[in-house]
């Protein structure tokens, strides 16, 4: 049985997601840096919303993870280092989202569904 909408790892990711993407409006971007933190930013608290509803999907995880490594790189990659508030919300926010999704890969494991934690029984 899923447990849906109740993980605080996609919660987090969700939140982390809308911080990262809603960050333009308050620290100094340029087009590179806003557009980003924009797209990682939705895509991330996208991922988070997707494991919400279905919590079994152990490729979204995997997904939220890859997008928080490219969250982390992305002020090297577009050239946007030198912005600090920019460059400092894409690596915390890309830290913390790649440590949500290694903290919610054990419970999208199809060993672990609707077991709280423990290993199903074969």
């Known amino acids: 049985m899923k447990v849906e909408w109740s993980r605080w790892q996609d919660w987090a ?8 993407a809603l960050s333009p409006i308050w620290v100094d971007t340029n087009s590179a840096a806003r557009w980003s933190m924009i797209v990682l930013g939705v895509l991330v608290a996208v991922t988070g919303l997707a494991n919400l509803a279905s919590p079994g999907t152990e490729m979204v995880v995997w997904a939220m993870g890859v997008l928080g490594v490219l969250m982390f790189i992305s ?3 577009t050239s946007f280092s030198h912005l600090t508030g ?8 890309g830290v913390l989202t790649a440590v949500v999704a ?7 494991s199809p060993m672990h569904i609707g077991h709280r934690g423990g290993l199903a029984a074969h």
């Open 86 to 93: 920019a460059a400092w919300t894409s690596w915390v926010g």
């Open 13 to 20: 990711a969700v939140v982390i997601g809308a911080v990262v």
């Open 102 to 108: 290694m903290a919610a890969l054990p419970d999208s």
């Open 75 to 77: 002020p090297w990659v």
